[in-house]
């Protein structure tokens, strides 16, 4: 082969390979932002169960 057409072969490899970096970044962020939500759900969640529970607790107590 050529000394060009192999440098052409190359690069286009190059630029593949770095498409397909860029692309595993972007759903490595993207899966990253789907934990940190879920996360944060279950945060709320607890907080909010928390919450609850403490006013139960209270509620109890006047009813007694």
């Known amino acids: 082969m050529n000394l060009v057409t192999d440098a052409e072969a190359l ?3 190059f630029l593949l390979g770095l498409r397909l970096a860029v692309l ?3 759903v490595a962020f993207f ?3 789907r934990r940190q939500a879920r ?3 279950d945060r709320e969640l607890d ?3 928390a919450e609850l529970q403490r006013a139960s607790r209270t509620a109890w107590r006047r009813v007694q």
């Open 47 to 49: 907080r909010e169960w």
């Open 31 to 33: 899966l990253h932002l």
């Open 39 to 41: 996360l944060h759900a």
């Open 11 to 13: 690069a286009a490899l």
């Open 24 to 26: 595993g970044a972007f």
